[in-house]
């Protein structure tokens, strides 16, 4: 069932990843500057702050042990294995059989569990209260998530991420109230899952969604730089290929490949657009406050299921 | 062959312990005795164990024995075998363990612990194999006063006395309801066997009546929320390779019974039978990792998460009862397997969490979580072993807690599908409270993980702690090798799991891998291959380090600071976060789970509410029914004790007037009738 070209496909999907990952972070800087009315940083800054940080000198506090160096690589070799597992070429995921939505879920939280030890294992304070931080929010958004997930996953009649992909865009749901507000909750969720504000200022080197990183310098820092800008557009990838899988094809060819390209980045590009937009129409808010908006998605994603038990 | 093999297991425990017991004035023998026959009685249960769980057979024994009214029969069938290998595995690695752990209580009664720990063991083998009601009672009793005993070892300790004593308390609450359930069955059918009880035609009151009260009964025992609370008490107090048979092992027994009995005996014929197990399990499960989270002892924090646990083996359960009270069995062996996939692998990781916690006990004397800290550095192997565990109970792939957690995910999806709408509307909800718990455990094992081994050491024996001693680490790597098998090998262990539980409920054995990959149903497509997670995960984390290497090359280098970046400040190791700390946000957002909100209700001045909250986040939290529920009930006991004691007044002419008065009464009773 494993073979090679589907291999290949999901090596692809990841490089693709990979690659365009600073470009969107980039492109969320950039939104923010223009709407403070600053000029900002260009749209590669990223990717050169990236360079620069592999090239820098690695500085650790004595106290940091394994966890502390083994993270950056954990974090990023778990983003990659996410991006093989999820479709983003066609509605068919490329190594689809070897984890379902689940799987990516769970993954997702190994490598927040490394994250958040990572801040503690680190020593420094601010690092301690950001890892906790991080696992409280886990905590909040990991349910109301799970809910709004399985509701499509029980609409499509499997937690396969192509089944699901291919039921939604092929029209087989007709729930489709149901549908549509499980989508909305799992937006609230991946926002505040994003390190966005309200409840982060990731820009901010004392906030506390920094904070596990405070102590982290050089390659390490640029790997988990850039894998904190893979995990926001994996979110991304992953709403795209369950709530939105309209216009990609039905299967991989190489004909298709520019086109779905092409249409994931725009997508892509329209969701960063609106979170941007979202984002910097907020003020900053104490950290106590996100159980409220966790209840809203919360309360969101039950309403959507109880759309599913009446069918509309 | 299985059944001989099984009594010979139980003849050397019984040898090994009395051996022990004589041996108990030469404090190492005793201990060496004990623990070397519970690693050999070990090996030959397991023996035993495996061509039975490989081959699907049944092994069966029966005598007249000396009970006139019961036989004594065994029956070693699949799920019997499976809760031998879960005690002979635990049994095998604390046996090793505590060769080298019981140096730490040198000059005590180390015969009499042995005595008990093995006695214990044998008892906990037979509860899972024996089929007649009335010897299942005896072996679970002298296994409840033999863990009394453990629990209770350090009696200079006054916390261990009473933890012991609520124990008992409870348990025999429990077994009460047990023995009703039994009395039930024989009432209508007259007979002691399980294999009778199954042939009884019970009136559906009656098998409501027998169900709720083996489920209680049992839940007693097992830990199951509301009443949990002798658990967190008793199972640390023990020693630590104790704590880890008690939680690995014997609240496993109670799970055999509720599957023994509401499963297979009862045949789980009502489907709010499933809902109520369900609905329970979700509350341990939610209610136990919730106190977990505030807790600042690490072995109490190991075992409110084994009420978790207990709540996720038994949503499981509930699962299955529902897939066969209606009439779906490819949903009750799902569930069923999710259950006993959990129970085994549970097992597995709270014994080597145990194990490796007590290890850090053992060279610091203190299970505060605040004066550890840093200690990976000073005992790597340690706290390698804790890592697994704390990776595996934070349900993360590709270890086995993941796996468990993603058949019940499957069989709660499968469940929302059936036609009943109660199930239909319920099941979905069940999954969002396992993602809640998934989520806290993880909260909870940054927390365990993070302050005991990660950072900064904050007391003086944590900077000078050292690796424990080697049988030590050969009891944790037994068990942290059967976690990465039972999560790298899923596709090999799931067929042999499910087949226990097809048998159980008398079904085909499900088909549920292939390959390398698992699937929740037949003819779905391929969902999980948690060897392929692996490997490629391998791989991708070489890429970032290939990435690394590439780009910083030799000339940047590397520097270790001393400290850590403290704002500009001094840096000092109470900069770190500590485990109240850890757990305020949780604590602030599930204040009415923890029963805070009722405290700081309390009226008063300003300044006293104000010092009573400091006072209350300095302290433990406790659950507030705590002294709302169960101190009560222990007083009122206590209370109709005293008075009963009246009776006795140690005048012998006094009893025999009792025996005359007695005499006297039931003559006329006879006499009358």
Not at chain 2, 524 to 551: E, K, R, W
């Amino acid at each position: 069932m494993l073979d090679f070209t589907q291999f290949l496909i999901g090596l692809l999907q990841a490089a693709v990843i990979v690659l365009l990952a600073p470009l969107f972070s980039g492109l969320a800087r950039v939104l923010r500057a223009k709407l403070h009315s600053r000029r900002g940083p260009g749209l590669l800054q990223n990717y050169r702050d990236i360079v620069k940080l592999l090239k820098r000198q690695d500085v650790r506090p004595a106290a940091a042990g394994w966890i502390f160096q083994a993270t950056p690589l954990v974090w990023m070799g778990c983003m990659l294995l996410i991006a093989v597992l999820i479709p983003i070429f066609s509605r068919q995921p490329p190594l689809g059989s070897i984890g379902d939505l689940i799987a990516v879920v769970y993954l997702f939280a190994l490598a927040r569990f490394f994250f958040a030890l990572a801040g503690v294992d680190s020593s420094n304070s601010f690092a301690g209260l950001g890892a906790n931080r991080e696992m409280t929010l886990a905590v909040l958004v990991e349910p109301v998530m799970m809910l709004a997930l399985f509701v499509v996953a029980l609409l499509a009649g499997s937690t396969h991420l192509g089944v699901i992909g291919e039921a939604v865009a092929g029209g087989g749901i007709t729930a489709q109230a149901a549908l549509w507000l499980g989508a909305l909750a799992f937006v609230v969720a991946a926002f505040v899952e994003a390190g966005k504000l309200p409840y982060d200022l990731a820009e901010a080197e004392q906030e506390l969604q920094e904070g596990p990183l405070a102590e982290y310098s050089g390659p390490a820092l640029a790997l988990l730089k850039w894998g904190l800008a893979m995990k926001q557009l994996l979110i991304v990838a992953l709403g795209l290929a369950v709530f939105l899988p309209f216009g990609s094809p039905a299967a991989f060819s190489p004909a298709t490949l520019p086109l779905a390209l092409a249409l994931f980045v725009l997508k892509a590009l329209a969701l960063y657009s609106l979170a941007a937009v979202v984002e910097n129409g907020m003020a900053r808010v104490r950290f106590r406050m996100a159980p409220n908006a966790i209840w809203v998605a919360f309360g969101m994603a039950l309403l959507s299921f109880v759309f599913y038990l009446a069918q509309v | 062959m299985s059944v001989p093999l099984l009594f010979l297991a139980v003849l050397v425990y019984l040898l090994g312990g009395f051996a022990a017991l004589a041996l108990n004035r030469v404090g190492k023998a005793a201990q060496y005795a004990a623990g070397l026959t519970a690693v050999a009685a070990a090996a030959i249960a397991l023996a035993a164990a495996i061509p039975i769980l490989v081959s699907g057979a049944v092994d069966v024994f029966e005598t007249p024995g000396v009970l006139p009214f019961a036989n004594f029969a065994v029956r070693f069938d699949g799920l019997a075998a499976l809760m031998v290998s879960v005690i002979a595995l635990l049994s095998a690695a604390t046996g090793v363990y505590s060769l080298a752990y019981l140096d730490a209580y040198a000059g005590r009664n180390l015969g009499f612990l042995g005595f008990f720990t093995n006695l214990f063991l044998a008892s906990t083998l037979l509860v899972v194999t024996v089929s007649n009601a009335v010897y299942f009672l005896v072996f679970w009793e002298l296994m409840a006063l033999a863990s009394y005993c453990l629990v209770t070892f350090e009696t200079e300790k006054e916390e261990a006395v009473r933890a012991g004593f609520l124990y008992l308390l409870i348990a025999h609450a429990g077994t009460a309801l047990i023995m009703l359930a039994f009395l039930l069955y024989f009432y209508h059918g007259e007979s002691f066997d399980f294999a009778a009880f199954r042939l009884t035609p019970l009136p559906q009151p009656s098998r409501d009546l027998a169900f709720l009260l083996a489920f209680f009964g049992f839940g007693a025992k097992a830990g199951l929320a509301p009443l949990h609370i002798w658990l967190p008490r008793a199972h640390p107090a023990a020693p630590s390779h104790i704590s880890a048979l008690l939680s690995g092992a014997m609240i496993k027994t109670a799970i055999y019974g509720i599957l023994r009995i509401c499963a297979d005996c009862l045949g789980a014929s009502a489907w709010w039978w499933g809902l109520t197990v369900l609905a329970f399990g979700a509350a341990s499960a939610v209610l136990g990792v919730l106190f977990a989270n505030a807790e600042r002892d690490l072995k109490r924090l190991l075992a409110y998460c084994s009420v978790e646990n207990i709540g996720v083996i038994l949503m499981g359960t509930g699962v299955g009862m529902l897939g066969v009270a209606t009439g779906r069995p490819v949903l009750a062996a799902l569930g069923l397997l999710a259950a006993l996939y959990h129970l085994v692998n549970h097992a597995a990781f709270k014994g080597l969490l145990f194990l490796s916690a007590g290890s850090v006990v053992f060279r610091l004397g203190t299970k505060d979580m605040d004066a550890m800290g840093g200690l990976a550095r000073r005992m790597p192997w340690t706290a390698l072993a804790f890592f697994v565990g704390a990776a595996a109970v934070s349900a993360l792939p590709p270890l086995n807690g993941f796996v468990s957690e993603w058949f019940l995910y499957q069989s709660l999806f499968t469940a929302s599908g059936g036609h009943l709408a109660a199930v239909r509307a319920s099941a979905p909800i069940f999954a969002v409270v396992l993602a809640l718990a998934g989520a806290l455990a993880a909260a909870c094992f940054v927390k365990a993980y993070g302050l005991t081994f990660a950072g900064v050491s904050r007391s003086p024996r944590a900077r000078q702690a050292q690796e424990a001693p080697l049988p030590m680490l050969l009891g944790m790597g037994l068990l942290a090798l059967t976690v990465l098998g039972l999560g790298l090998g899923a596709p090999w262990v799931a067929p042999v799991i499910g087949r226990v539980a097809a048998g159980l409920i008398g079904q085909a054995p499900p088909v549920m891998a292939d390959g390398v990959w698992v699937f929740p149903v037949e003819g779905a497509p391929a969902l999980l291959s948690t060897p392929l997670i692996a490997i490629l995960l391998l791989g991708a984390v070489t890429l970032p380090a290939l990435m690394a290497a590439v780009f910083s090359g030799a000339r940047a280098g590397r520097r270790v600071d001393e400290t850590a970046w403290a704002c500009g400040y001094n840096y000092s190791p109470r900069m770190e976060i500590t485990a109240g700390g850890f757990g305020r946000p949780l604590r602030a957002i599930f204040g009415q789970l923890y029963g805070l909100g009722a405290r700081a209700a309390r009226p008063g001045r300003a300044t006293a509410r104000a010092f009573q909250g400091l006072v209350a986040l300095a302290t433990r939290v406790e659950p507030a029914w705590n002294d709302r529920v169960y101190d009560p009930i222990a007083r009122g006991v206590q209370g109709i004790g005293r008075r009963v004691q009246a009776l006795q007044i140690g005048d012998i002419r006094l009893y025999c007037l009792y025996i005359v008065l007695t005499l006297a009464v039931l003559l006329l009773i006879a006499t009358r009738w």
